[in-house]
Protein backbone atom coordinates (compact mmCIF):
# COMPACT_ATOMS: atom_id res chain seq x y z
CA UNK A 1 0.00 0.00 0.00
CA UNK A 2 3.01 2.13 0.58
CA UNK A 3 4.13 1.50 -2.78
CA UNK A 4 1.22 2.61 -4.26
CA UNK A 5 1.17 5.86 -2.85
CA UNK A 6 4.34 6.76 -3.35
CA UNK A 7 3.91 5.71 -6.80
CA UNK A 8 0.98 8.10 -6.89
CA UNK A 9 2.47 10.96 -5.30
CA UNK A 10 5.13 10.73 -7.91
CA UNK A 11 2.72 10.62 -10.68
CA UNK A 12 0.66 13.35 -9.11
CA UNK A 13 3.93 15.31 -8.88
CA UNK A 14 4.23 14.98 -12.62
CA UNK A 15 1.20 16.05 -13.63
CA UNK A 16 1.42 18.90 -11.72
CA UNK A 17 4.61 20.17 -12.96
CA UNK A 18 3.59 19.72 -16.63
CA UNK A 19 0.45 21.43 -15.84
CA UNK A 20 2.40 24.52 -14.50
CA UNK A 21 5.26 24.33 -17.90
CA UNK A 22 2.11 24.31 -19.85
CA UNK A 23 0.16 27.50 -18.63
CA UNK A 24 3.56 29.04 -18.29
CA UNK A 25 4.13 28.68 -21.93
CA UNK A 26 0.72 30.23 -22.38
CA UNK A 27 1.33 33.30 -20.33
CA UNK A 28 3.21 36.04 -21.87
CA UNK A 29 5.96 36.50 -19.19
CA UNK A 30 8.21 39.83 -19.41
CA UNK A 31 11.95 39.91 -17.57
CA UNK A 32 12.60 42.75 -15.90
CA UNK A 33 15.81 44.04 -14.64
CA UNK A 34 15.64 45.46 -10.78
CA UNK A 35 18.85 47.82 -10.54
CA UNK A 36 17.96 47.86 -6.83
CA UNK A 37 17.83 44.29 -6.14
CA UNK A 38 20.39 43.99 -8.93
CA UNK A 39 18.71 40.49 -10.80
CA UNK A 40 16.36 39.88 -12.90
CA UNK A 41 12.37 39.70 -12.14
CA UNK A 42 9.37 38.05 -14.01
CA UNK A 43 6.60 40.28 -14.85
CA UNK A 44 3.33 38.84 -16.31
CA UNK A 45 1.53 41.95 -18.52
CA UNK A 46 -1.61 39.47 -19.04
CA UNK A 47 -2.10 38.86 -14.65
CA UNK A 48 -4.67 41.42 -13.89
CA UNK A 49 -2.81 41.82 -10.37
CA UNK A 50 -0.04 43.46 -12.29
CA UNK A 51 -1.69 45.81 -13.85
CA UNK A 52 0.29 49.45 -15.64
CA UNK A 53 -0.69 50.90 -12.30
CA UNK A 54 0.65 48.38 -9.82
CA UNK A 55 3.45 47.27 -10.96
CA UNK A 56 6.84 49.46 -10.38
CA UNK A 57 10.55 47.97 -11.25
CA UNK A 58 11.53 50.90 -9.25
CA UNK A 59 9.86 51.59 -5.88
CA UNK A 60 9.84 55.28 -5.23
CA UNK A 61 11.44 56.81 -2.23
CA UNK A 62 11.17 59.88 0.04
CA UNK A 63 14.68 60.52 1.02
CA UNK A 64 17.05 63.03 2.70
CA UNK A 65 18.16 65.75 0.28
CA UNK A 66 20.97 67.52 0.41
CA UNK A 67 21.98 68.50 -2.84
CA UNK A 68 22.40 72.12 -4.42
CA UNK A 69 19.10 72.62 -6.12
CA UNK A 70 15.98 74.41 -4.56
CA UNK A 71 12.14 73.09 -3.40
CA UNK A 72 10.23 72.22 -6.28
CA UNK A 73 12.83 71.16 -8.79
CA UNK A 74 12.54 68.17 -10.76
CA UNK A 75 16.29 66.99 -11.07
CA UNK A 76 16.47 63.96 -13.94
CA UNK A 77 19.66 61.64 -13.69
CA UNK A 78 19.98 60.08 -16.91
CA UNK A 79 22.86 58.14 -15.78
CA UNK A 80 21.39 56.68 -12.60
CA UNK A 81 17.57 56.00 -13.89
CA UNK A 82 16.14 58.35 -11.12
CA UNK A 83 13.95 61.63 -11.46
CA UNK A 84 14.43 62.92 -7.61
CA UNK A 85 11.52 65.73 -6.97
CA UNK A 86 13.14 68.26 -4.37
CA UNK A 87 10.25 68.98 -1.38
CA UNK A 88 10.75 71.81 1.57
CA UNK A 89 12.44 70.54 4.48
CA UNK A 90 15.12 68.83 3.18
CA UNK A 91 13.59 66.16 1.29
CA UNK A 92 13.09 64.70 -1.80
CA UNK A 93 10.61 62.09 -3.64
CA UNK A 94 12.72 59.75 -5.34
CA UNK A 95 11.26 57.91 -8.87
CA UNK A 96 12.59 55.15 -11.21
CA UNK A 97 12.40 56.23 -15.11
CA UNK A 98 13.05 54.94 -18.53
CA UNK A 99 15.00 57.49 -20.67
CA UNK A 100 16.36 58.06 -24.11
CA UNK A 101 18.06 55.27 -25.84
CA UNK A 102 21.73 55.72 -27.24
CA UNK A 103 21.48 59.08 -29.79
CA UNK A 104 18.05 60.69 -27.80
CA UNK A 105 20.11 61.82 -24.69
CA UNK A 106 20.17 65.34 -23.99
CA UNK A 107 20.59 67.81 -20.90
CA UNK A 108 19.87 70.92 -20.41
CA UNK A 109 16.96 73.49 -17.40
CA UNK A 110 13.96 74.36 -18.18
CA UNK A 111 10.30 74.64 -16.67
CA UNK A 112 7.25 72.85 -16.68
CA UNK A 113 5.57 74.55 -19.29
CA UNK A 114 2.18 73.01 -19.60
CA UNK A 115 0.58 69.97 -17.39
CA UNK A 116 -2.48 67.38 -18.62
CA UNK A 117 -4.34 64.52 -17.52
CA UNK A 118 -4.50 61.30 -19.67
CA UNK A 119 -2.33 63.21 -22.74
CA UNK A 120 -3.38 62.38 -26.05
CA UNK A 121 -0.21 62.12 -28.59
CA UNK A 122 1.18 63.66 -31.60
CA UNK A 123 4.18 61.84 -33.11
CA UNK A 124 6.61 64.40 -34.44
CA UNK A 125 6.99 63.77 -38.55
CA UNK A 126 11.13 63.00 -37.80
CA UNK A 127 9.80 60.42 -35.23
CA UNK A 128 6.86 58.75 -38.24
CA UNK A 129 9.65 59.09 -40.80
CA UNK A 130 11.99 57.44 -38.31
CA UNK A 131 10.24 54.48 -37.37
CA UNK A 132 8.70 54.32 -41.17
CA UNK A 133 12.21 53.63 -41.96
CA UNK A 134 12.50 50.86 -39.46
CA UNK A 135 9.41 49.31 -41.00
CA UNK A 136 7.27 50.73 -38.17
CA UNK A 137 3.92 52.87 -39.18
CA UNK A 138 3.36 55.23 -35.90
CA UNK A 139 0.15 56.66 -35.82
CA UNK A 140 -0.66 60.81 -37.19
CA UNK A 141 -2.43 61.08 -33.51
CA UNK A 142 -3.98 59.28 -31.01
CA UNK A 143 -5.96 60.08 -28.50
CA UNK A 144 -5.70 59.51 -24.92
CA UNK A 145 -5.85 56.16 -22.50
CA UNK A 146 -3.97 53.20 -21.30
CA UNK A 147 -2.98 52.29 -24.50
CA UNK A 148 -1.41 55.91 -25.19
CA UNK A 149 2.21 55.86 -24.84
CA UNK A 150 2.15 58.84 -22.66
CA UNK A 151 0.38 57.36 -20.25
CA UNK A 152 -1.90 58.92 -17.45
CA UNK A 153 0.36 62.54 -17.16
CA UNK A 154 2.22 64.41 -19.17
CA UNK A 155 4.64 67.24 -17.93
CA UNK A 156 5.58 69.30 -21.00
CA UNK A 157 8.86 71.05 -20.79
CA UNK A 158 9.41 74.23 -22.14
CA UNK A 159 9.21 74.83 -25.94
CA UNK A 160 11.18 71.08 -26.47
CA UNK A 161 9.16 68.06 -27.66
CA UNK A 162 10.28 66.27 -24.94
CA UNK A 163 8.25 65.28 -22.17
CA UNK A 164 7.88 63.63 -18.76
CA UNK A 165 5.13 61.51 -19.00
CA UNK A 166 3.50 57.69 -18.08
CA UNK A 167 3.45 54.93 -20.02
CA UNK A 168 1.91 51.70 -21.38
CA UNK A 169 5.00 50.15 -21.32
CA UNK A 170 5.89 49.80 -17.28
CA UNK A 171 8.14 47.19 -17.49
CA UNK A 172 10.65 49.67 -19.77
CA UNK A 173 11.07 51.90 -16.49
CA UNK A 174 15.25 51.77 -15.48
CA UNK A 175 16.04 51.34 -19.10
CA UNK A 176 17.38 53.54 -21.94
CA UNK A 177 14.43 52.73 -24.56
CA UNK A 178 12.70 56.23 -25.49
CA UNK A 179 13.35 58.81 -27.85
CA UNK A 180 14.66 61.41 -25.51
CA UNK A 181 11.45 61.75 -23.20
CA UNK A 182 11.25 60.81 -19.62
CA UNK A 183 8.65 58.03 -18.69
CA UNK A 184 7.05 57.00 -14.83
CA UNK A 185 5.03 54.48 -14.46
CA UNK A 186 1.27 55.21 -13.76
CA UNK A 187 1.25 55.68 -10.51
CA UNK A 188 4.68 57.62 -10.10
CA UNK A 189 3.77 59.94 -13.09
CA UNK A 190 0.36 61.26 -11.33
CA UNK A 191 1.76 61.65 -7.72
CA UNK A 192 4.80 63.82 -9.36
CA UNK A 193 1.70 65.32 -11.58
CA UNK A 194 -0.18 66.10 -8.09
CA UNK A 195 3.02 67.88 -6.81
CA UNK A 196 4.58 70.32 -9.25
CA UNK A 197 3.33 73.53 -10.76
CA UNK A 198 3.63 75.12 -14.28
CA UNK A 199 6.66 77.00 -13.86
CA UNK A 200 8.40 73.82 -11.80
CA UNK A 201 12.40 74.02 -12.65
CA UNK A 202 13.26 70.99 -14.43
CA UNK A 203 17.00 70.02 -14.64
CA UNK A 204 18.08 67.13 -16.94
CA UNK A 205 21.62 65.61 -16.38
CA UNK A 206 23.09 63.53 -19.09
Not at 13 to 28: K, Y
Not at 139 to 159: D, F, T
Request: with cysteine; charged share 20%.
Amino acid sequence: MKGFARRLGAFLSLALTAFLIAGAAQASFVQVWDSDQQKMLIYNPDDPVNSLHSFKPIPRQTVAYTGPYGANTIVVDTKARRLTYVMPGGQAEVYGIGVGREGFTWQGTDRVSRKAEWPSWTPPAVMIARERAQGIVLPVYMKGGEANPLGARALYIGARIYRIHGTAEPWTIGQAVSSGCIRLVNDDIIDLYDRVTVGTKVVVLN
